[in-house]
């Protein structure tokens, strides 16, 4: 692999990959069909909404406590899109657990 592959992020291997099939089904599930374009699309706007509405920027730190989905997924790759640190936990965790990792 060249120097220019190993520099390139999930995103813009997501958006290149995008451009050739934007039309291709990408994430399937019993509710939600979610396209490489639909799906760059919600991700740019939850990097928004988390930018503009919670202030989140490069290297912040970010505690998801939620159960798998789609919506979860779209948070990860926002988070990682936006350069902030992305920290899952187990929706299961009691409030003292979850209270351990928030401090």
């Given at each position: 692999?060249?120097?220019?592959?190993?520099?390139?992020?999930?995103?813009?291997?997501?958006?290149?990959?995008?451009?050739?099939?934007?039309?291709?089904?990408?994430?399937?599930?019993?509710?939600?069909?979610?396209?490489?374009?639909?799906?760059?699309?919600?991700?740019?706007?939850?990097?928004?909404?988390?930018?503009?509405?919670?202030?989140?920027?490069?290297?912040?730190?970010?505690?998801?406590r939620?159960?798998?989905?789609?919506?979860?997924?779209?948070?990860?790759?926002?988070?990682?899109r936006?350069?902030a640190?992305?920290?899952?936990?187990?929706?299961?965790?009691?409030?003292?657990?979850?209270?351990y990792?928030?401090e």
């Amino acid at each position: 692999m060249s120097t220019a592959q190993n520099n390139i992020t999930y995103h813009m291997g997501l958006d290149a990959s995008g451009s050739h099939a934007s039309q291709t089904a990408l994430i399937l599930s019993d509710s939600v069909r979610l396209n490489y374009e639909n799906l760059s699309k919600y991700v740019g706007s939850m990097v928004a909404l988390l930018h503009t509405t919670y202030g989140l920027s490069r290297g912040d730190r970010v505690l998801s406590r939620v159960e798998k989905s789609v919506d979860s997924l779209v948070l990860y790759l926002a988070i990682i899109r936006l350069g902030a640190i992305y920290v899952p936990l187990n929706p299961t965790y009691t409030m003292t657990e979850t209270i351990y990792f928030v401090e």
